[in-house]
């Protein structure tokens, strides 16, 4: 595992000095400028980060989990998905999740492949009976709204949006069986604290995307019937896998729509999903090498203190990111109500005078990975993710790296 001091080698034959690089900006045409600049600046290795990935998803995977999984190479990789050395891994961290997030009694972990992507319809086909009230504030949100919007069997959608950087809230309705949110919406860095809604008709269900939220941002499952996630953000893993914590509610809930007649498509049945969890298996076959993974990260997250734990390093790390740009000059906090700032996604705007795509492509081209911000959202950004694999020391050194760049830039 190369560290970004080692993975800068190489990047650039020969340092520049900050007037050799002022001396391209100003002769380069707008077109050429962008990569010269970008491979002109050399971050001083001091000011590097170890570990250069600050991805929202896939997220930086640590050094211990892959050794992890190479440490098993022969005997768990390659085997038999039906067989008890897979299906135990499977137990492990279903039963690690569950101890995670304090899961009351009767909750359980489902899990099966297809990604968040895939439980949004799944939630179509199998949770929502009926009517549901969507919140979207943000790409994903959007995008798990409008398939149920199209979904022929079920009544149309109430669905409240606010703009990019807001989030709005639920208001209680007659007739809306599922209330259905991110907790954190990662194309904009904003995040809601999931509430059940005070009168919302009995037996009416919350149905949380927790894609980038789950393992970094502090949850009640009281306060949830269903919570959807994937490995590739907080847990450190591979994509491809969702997983769920269903209350009981949620799971008489997803028996009695299996039971009545819809037509439910065979990979996005729920009850399937249930009653192969229950056995520590999927459905089809699942990725192996993700699952092993995500369980040591899981044991990771619970042998330091669990999701307290995870919660005071991604604020911790977040808070070195917000801070940095309230203090500074050219950059601001997206989301300008600090009680919705992401504690795992934080957005960053930097002044107009500075293109942030060049300060990303600067940082790329010394090893600093994935600050670009989320293509469709448009603006001039850095979008960071500090999920709990990421050392809060690392978060200080980046902020030094990007004054480093603006600086060159300035
Ligand atoms: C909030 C949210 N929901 C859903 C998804 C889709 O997840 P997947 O790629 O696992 O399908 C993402 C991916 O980034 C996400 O951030």
Redesign the pocket.
């Known amino acids: 595992m190369g560290s970004g001091h080692g993975r800068t080698k190489g990047l650039l034959t020969q340092p520049l000095t900050s007037t050799a690089s002022i001396l391209i900006r100003n002769v380069l045409a707008p077109t050429d400028r962008s990569s010269n600049v970008t491979d002109a600046i050399r971050i001083p290795a001091d000011l590097l980060p170890a570990d250069g990935r600050f991805g929202?998803?896939p997220s930086k995977v640590r050094e211990e989990q892959v050794a992890a999984l190479a440490g098993v190479w022969q005997s768990y990789l390659g085997t038999s998905h039906r067989q008890s050395t897979v299906r135990s891994q499977v137990g492990r961290l279903r039963s690690g999740l569950a101890s995670f997030f304090s899961l009351p009694e009767g909750y359980e972990v489902i899990l099966g492949n297809?990604?968040?992507?895939?439980?949004?319809d799944i939630a179509a086909f199998g949770l929502i009976e009926d009517r549901a009230q969507f919140l979207t504030f943000?790409e994903?949100?959007a995008?798990?709204a409008s398939g149920v919007k199209e979904a022929p069997f079920l009544g149309d959608p109430t669905i409240i949006t606010s703009d990019p950087g807001d989030a709005p809230s639920f208001r209680a309705e007659p007739g809306i069986d599922a209330y259905c949110s991110?907790?954190?919406?990662?194309?904009t860095g904003v995040a809601i604290t999931p509430q059940r809604v005070t009168g919302a008709d009995a037996g009416s269900l919350m149905i949380i995307?927790?894609?980038?939220?789950a393992g970094g941002l502090a949850v009640d499952p009281q306060q949830f019937d269903t919570y959807f996630f994937?490995p590739?953000?907080s847990f450190g893993s591979d994509?491809?896998?969702?997983f769920a914590l269903m209350s009981p509610a949620a799971i008489e809930r997803a028996a009695r729509i299996k039971a009545s007649n819809r037509w439910i498509s065979p990979f996005l049945d729920l009850q399937t999903a249930i009653d192969n969890s229950r056995q520590n298996q999927t459905y089809n076959t699942p990725a192996l090498a993700t699952i092993l993974m995500m369980a040591e990260q899981v044991d990771w997250f619970n042998a330091n203190g669990g999701l307290d734990w995870c919660v005071a390093r991604t604020n911790e790390s977040s808070g070195i990111v917000y801070d940095w740009a309230e203090a500074s000059s050219v950059a601001t906090p997206f989301v300008s109500d600090p009680a919705k700032r992401s504690g795992v996604v934080a957005t960053i705007d930097i002044d107009e005078a500075i293109d942030a795509t060049i300060i990303a492509a600067t940082l790329r081209a010394n090893g600093i990975l994935d600050t670009e911000p989320y293509r469709k959202l448009g603006r001039n950004q850095l979008r960071i993710a500090v999920f709990p694999a990421v050392e809060p020391d690392d978060v200080r050194q980046l902020m030094r790296s990007i004054d480093h760049v603006i600086g060159q830039l300035q």
């Open positions: 929202s998803g297809g990604g968040s992507t895939a439980f949004w943000g994903f949100g995008k798990f991110p907790h954190n919406e990662t194309s995307d927790a894609t980038s939220a994937a590739q953000k994509g491809g896998l969702w």
